[in-house]
Each structure stands twice: as C-alpha cells, then as structure tokens.
C-alpha cells in the first residue's frame, strides 16, 4: 500500500489559466475528500466523493472548481480561470466507508496563482 | 456553528512533555484527531479518540478528552526535536459527510 499521492506537487500558473490536479487514494478505500489549505491555517472541507458520487460540495467550492472520480478510483479537481485568490494547497484525503473513519491525506498540491 | 480553536505555539526542551490544547464547539461531534504536518509536507494522523472514551495513550501520546468543557489535549512524552511540526486537532460527526473540521494549527518547537 503506497498511501494517497497527489500529482502534481506543485504548479504555478498564470492568472486565468486552467488547472488540473489529480488524486490517488488507498485502493480500497471508498471515501474522498478534497481540501483547500491556505498559510497559517487548517485545511477547509471542498468536497467528497463516496465511490464515484459526489455528494456534497462546500460553499467555498465556486463554479469555478468542478471535481470527479469517474471509476470510483483517483479523482480529479480542476479549477477554471484560477486567480490570485486560489493560491493554496490542495490536499487529498481517502478513508473507509466504516469504523471510525480515519482519513488519510495525501502530500498536497501547492498552487501558486501569478 | 462548528468552530476548533488551538494555541498558535508551543517551545519546549528536548526531554520535555509537550502539552497541546484544543477547544471545541460541537457537541454533536463523535470523533477528534490529532494530526501533525511538517514543512511543505501533508497531514499524517497521529491518534483519534472517541467522544465518549476520557483518555487514550498510544506510545509516547496521550489524548485527554474532557467532553464537559469541550477541552481536548495532546501530551508528547520526552519530546524529541523530530516531534517539531505543527499540529492539528479536528473533530467530525458519526454521520453525512464525516467531513473533518480542524482548528488553525499550534506550532510546535523542541530546541536541543
């Protein structure tokens, strides 16, 4: 078991670019959460996926954020016409859809809007 | 609404007991963690406890829950300088989206 990864690790991008991070969690858990971390704070619930349904979004997650898991498996989370405001860390957690739920993230994603 | 508030920091001796605090406003919530990030890196999960156990020790960690006073503590037994990091407490529900809700963080700083 190799753990959550995340790729990439980091991207800079130019304001109004688009961009696409992806997540694998731990095979077999059914359960993935993507959240947004920003300096000098603790990550912030976007949204999650329970196999491949996606079944809540936060207010923090604007139009311009869409995420999928198509196959149930890794998940994407794509941000258009990003701006300087997105700039953060992007963090991917899986847990089990049992027990006590432990979530297990992944190393992250730092974006940097210029 | 849901709110988890922590210390911003912590120094300590190396050998020393790290004591790290966490207050919380959810009494609906089930399950609280402490979770520890070091620079640039993601969140590894150190221990959780239930809401309704008091006290949980795993190694050098002990968790203290007091569910009265919505108080919840880390203690770091002979605290090493690899233990430097930050660290985070989170609560969530037994229910829907067992999304985690975490507190800002408390740095914590060993010197030798």
């Known amino acids: 078991d190799t753990g959550v990864s995340q790729d990439p690790r980091h991207k800079i991008t130019k304001r109004g670019q688009n961009v696409t991070f992806r997540c694998d969690p731990i095979?077999?858990?059914?359960?993935l959460y993507w959240y947004r971390q920003t300096l000098g704070q603790g990550p912030e619930f976007l949204t999650y996926f329970q196999n491949e349904a996606q079944l809540e979004k936060s207010r923090l997650l604007s139009d311009r954020f869409s995420a999928e898991r198509p196959k149930g498996s890794f998940s994407t989370l794509e941000i258009q016409r990003t701006e300087q405001g997105d700039s953060a860390m992007y963090l991917c957690a899986s847990s089990f859809n049992g027990g006590v739920y432990e979530q297990y993230f992944g190393p992250g994603t730092r974006l940097t809007v210029t | 609404g849901e709110d988890v508030e922590q210390s911003l920091f912590l120094s300590v001796r190396e050998g020393d007991s790290s004591v790290i605090n966490c207050t919380y406003t959810?009494?609906?919530?089930?399950?609280l963690y402490w979770y520890k990030q070091e620079p640039g890196a993601g969140l590894q999960l150190l221990t959780y406890i239930f809401s309704n156990m008091d006290m949980k020790q795993d190694q050098r960690l002990t968790v203290l829950l007091n569910k009265k006073d919505k108080h919840l503590s880390l203690r770091i037994a002979d605290t090493q300088t690899g233990d430097s990091a930050i660290y985070f407490c989170a609560e969530s529900k037994d229910t829907g989206r067992r999304a985690l809700t975490f507190g800002s963080g408390t740095r914590l700083q060993v010197q030798p």
């Open positions: 095979s077999e858990h059914n359960r």
């Open positions: 959810d009494s609906s919530s089930t399950y």
